[in-house]
């Protein structure tokens, strides 16, 4: 069975964030709110999150800012909801990190298939701490690698290809 996850949702209509939020709920995962960019930075510094739902439309930063700050620096994966549908926008949140993509007005059953399919391959289990292989451990909880005392500079999906192999 699918453990729990960390869900942050972040948008700043209160009735798409109780949408989001039965839906990711009734997956089995909690939910963790937003109404601002500002709100989820601070989350993030607070909570170990494990995926992301991100408006690109938010009153004090652009989503795909947000986005970018979340995939990029914290290796969390990130579906983009947004009313802008078009082709470049989903480009550009593609381009910034995202997961996925799902358009508003959107079919709760369809989120959900895809909240799903992502959580099948994001895992707790990466969050263990301190994985040791002979002279190469990394700390799942700083996402940091070293080979002896080197520290290792690896993107976030080196990260967690690294910490699955590790983990086998």
Same mark, same amino acid.
């Given at each position: 069975?699918?453990?729990? +996850?960390?869900? +942050? $949702?972040?948008?700043?209509?209160?009735?798409?964030?109780?949408?989001?939020? !039965?839906? $990711?709920?009734?997956? %089995?995962?909690?939910?963790?709110?937003?109404? #601002?960019?500002?709100?989820?930075?601070?989350?993030?510094?607070?909570?170990?999150?494990?995926?992301?739902? &991100?408006?690109?439309?938010?009153?004090?930063? #652009?989503? &795909? #800012?947000?986005?970018?700050?979340? @995939? %990029?620096?914290?290796?969390?994966?990130?579906? *983009?909801?947004?009313?802008? /549908?078009?082709?470049? =926008?989903?480009?550009?949140?593609?381009? @910034? /990190?995202?997961? =996925?993509? $799902?358009?508003?007005?959107?079919?709760?059953?369809?989120?959900?298939?895809?909240? @799903?399919?992502?959580?099948?391959?994001?895992?707790?289990?990466?969050?263990?701490?301190? +994985?040791? !292989?002979?002279? *190469?451990?990394? =700390?799942?909880?700083?996402?940091?690698?070293?080979? /002896? #005392?080197?520290?290792? =500079?690896?993107?976030?999906?080196? !990260?967690?290809? +690294? @910490?699955?192999?590790?983990?086998?």
């Amino acid at each position: 069975m699918q453990s729990e +996850l960390n869900v +942050l $949702v972040v948008d700043d209509e209160p009735g798409i964030l109780d949408i989001v939020g !039965f839906v $990711v709920e009734s997956l %089995g995962h909690r939910v963790i709110t937003a109404a #601002s960019a500002e709100e989820a930075r601070h989350h993030l510094a607070e909570i170990q999150v494990d995926m992301a739902i &991100i408006d690109v439309m938010l009153p004090d930063e #652009s989503g &795909i #800012s947000l986005c970018r700050t979340v @995939a %990029g620096t914290f290796g969390v994966p990130v579906i *983009l909801l947004t009313a802008l /549908g078009e082709t470049p =926008d989903r480009i550009a949140g593609l381009e @910034a /990190g995202a997961s =996925d993509y $799902v358009g508003k007005p959107f079919n709760p059953k369809e989120l959900s298939l895809r909240v @799903a399919a992502l959580a099948r391959m994001t895992t707790r289990s990466t969050r263990v701490g301190k +994985l040791v !292989f002979k002279e *190469l451990e990394i =700390d799942t909880r700083a996402l940091t690698a070293h080979l /002896g #005392s080197q520290l290792i =500079d690896l993107s976030p999906p080196q !990260f967690r290809v +690294l @910490a699955a192999m590790m983990q086998q």
